[in-house]
């Protein structure tokens, strides 16, 4: 299938006028990019830069179906297959520390992102990750797809905000309809408030969830079985983008091996390193993915 896009100065493939032929990828993430406004200034975020960044660092082909406008911030994800949907404002989120967590307000949303969105050569990517980070993509895209690993990061249908944009927890609608085609699930303590029993429930929905607790490590749910995975004890300097890089790392790694214990291993190890760096140069070094495999393969 041909679709406009055009190459632009990083590298970044987005859609425009001409066609050129677009190639397979080996993993496909979809969800808006994120402009996050920090004291340090605008920088890129959102789980799809932290996934898609991962996934090339563990040498997959990536590919990127989001939406952001002119003057986004995407110059990290040069190289990288980026199908783009127009929009007036890239998708802006505020966090600010504060005694009782983190206070986060989305100050704007880009366009939602429909399956009509999604290039032909792209839907039956080897792994899909459906990555919301502010409601963007339909629950029914879950059934649409036919990767061979559906991998989902639920955070953006998990969390809502009021007219001034501050962001709350809230249930996730239609959830028994994505659980139950994804291959693997992964979300944080966060993103369910806490709320441990609401875990069991959804581990008994879907074939494999991972719960991921910062410091604490992760916890995975399969076969009725649940077994905690603790982290390499590092320095920490910013959690940032963690979790995201945990879910990328625990997909690749359990698509090659189908073996989700030893997934969880590698994910939670690679994780631990990403705290160590600031932002995206979270994302693993080659020395780093290197370490890991020959941790969990000993």
């Known amino acids: 299938m041909n679709v406009a896009l055009r190459v632009n100065p990083y590298g970044i493939i987005r859609c425009m006028s001409e066609l050129v032929p677009l190639q397979p990828v080996d993993y496909l993430v979809i969800g808006h990019v994120a402009v996050d406004i920090t004291p340090a200034g605008i920088q890129l975020g959102g789980t799809v830069s932290y996934a898609a960044l991962t996934a090339r660092a563990l040498g997959l082909r990536v590919g990127i179906v989001t939406s952001f406008a002119e003057g986004a911030p995407i110059q990290a994800l040069g190289g990288i297959a980026i199908m783009n949907v127009s929009a007036e404002h890239s998708t802006t989120f505020e966090n600010v520390k504060s005694e009782n967590g983190r206070r986060q307000t989305l100050h704007h949303q880009a366009a939602p992102l429909r399956f009509e969105h999604i290039p032909q050569v792209w839907r039956n990517a080897p792994i899909i990750h459906l990555a919301p980070i502010a409601q963007e993509l339909e629950s029914s895209l879950a059934e649409k797809l036919s990767g061979s690993l559906l991998g989902i990061t639920p955070q953006g249908w998990m969390r809502a905000w009021d007219e001034n944009g501050r962001v709350a927890a809230c249930a ?85 091996t189908r073996d989700p214990w030893e997934a969880a291993r590698f994910a939670t190890n690679l994780a631990a390193h990403s705290v160590t760096r600031v932002g995206l140069n979270g994302v693993p070094t080659a020395k780093e993915i290197e370490a890991c495999l020959m941790e969990v393969l000993l």
């Not at 992964?186 to 581990?203: G, H, Q």
């Not at 399969?222 to 790392?249: K, M, Q, Y």
């Open 172 to 256: 996730w609608r239609n959830s028994e309809q994505v659980l139950g085609q994804a291959g693997a699930v992964v979300l944080s303590v966060e993103d369910i408030n806490r709320d441990l029993e609401l875990v069991e429930e959804m581990a008994h929905r879907t074939r494999i969830l991972c719960l991921t607790e910062g410091e604490a490590g992760a916890v995975l749910h399969w076969n009725g079985d649940r077994r905690r995975f603790r982290p390499l004890e590092v320095e920490e300097v910013d959690a940032t983008g963690a979790g995201d890089i945990f879910a990328a790392a625990f997909f690749t790694r359990y698509h090659s």
